[in-house]
């Protein structure tokens, strides 16, 4: 049995492969939490691969107690100049987050054609890929958690609220709806505007992968606006099995 772990910067997921089941959840990133909720030896685990982006002080705890709970060491992906099929586009290959870097790996396996991945994570990421694997680069945006409670801090009167999960697209007719819609049409029109570029370059086969937290809601917004977006929320995830086979 095969435990796989994505750790974000708020939230982590995990699931078990290797018997008739496959178990996904999320919760906190805390150790304690991790090494409360993932059955570890029902059945024992054989492998634990590990995407992070937690710090070394968090692997180095993480590492210490699979070795203590079930005598294991966790592999740890790391961004790489390639791997599959896929060519990392940065000068610095090691700077590149490792949850994109597997989201991209991911999707190199789906398709042969260009593809972007969009991340709506805590951090909104946007990268391109073209059909030849090599990675083009990317974009780096506030999430939209971060970018209403920005709004919030920055302003005495105006409060975004808790945002629902079908956020209005059209004009708000509340200030939360205002907050809501403006925050998701900025994000939402900046990922159509660039991977419709992209599309015109690099042809109409491409695909937009669509991914973390806040994905479904940016997959249907891309949608709605044309774009042949697919949401795979376990694609970091799925990408371990690249990195680390």
Request: charged share 25%; hydrophobic share 40%; glycine share 12%.
């Amino acid at each position: 049995m095969i435990v796989e772990l994505d750790i974000g910067n708020t939230r982590a997921k995990w699931r078990r492969l290797g018997d008739s089941r496959v178990r996904i959840d999320g919760g906190s990133v805390e150790l304690e939490a991790i090494r409360d909720a993932i059955p570890w030896q029902d059945p024992p685990a054989e492998s634990v691969k590990v995407a992070s982006v937690a710090g070394e002080r968090f692997e180095a705890e993480l590492i210490e107690f699979l070795q203590r709970r079930i005598g294991l060491v966790p592999r740890f992906a790391r961004a790489s100049a390639q791997a599959g099929r896929i060519r990392s586009g940065y000068h610095v290959t090691t700077q590149l987050g490792v949850d994109r870097w597997l989201a991209m790996l991911a999707a190199g396996e789906i398709t042969s054609e260009a593809f972007g991945v969009l991340d709506g994570g805590s951090a909104i990421t946007l990268d391109l890929v073209a059909s030849s694997g090599d990675h083009l680069g990317g974009y780096i945006t506030p999430g939209l958690t971060a970018m209403r409670d920005s709004l919030r801090q920055g302003t005495a009167r105006v409060s975004p609220g808790v945002a629902t999960r079908r956020i209005p697209v059209g004009p708000g007719r509340s200030t939360r709806d205002g907050v809501n819609a403006g925050i998701l049409r900025m994000v939402g029109d900046f990922a159509v505007m660039e991977f419709s570029r992209f599309v015109r370059v690099h042809g109409v086969g491409a695909v937009l992968f669509v991914t973390g937290g806040d994905g479904e809601t940016l997959s249907r917004l891309c949608t709605d606006e044309g774009i042949e977006a697919r949401f795979l929320p376990e694609l970091v995830l799925d990408g371990l099995a690249v990195a680390c086979p």
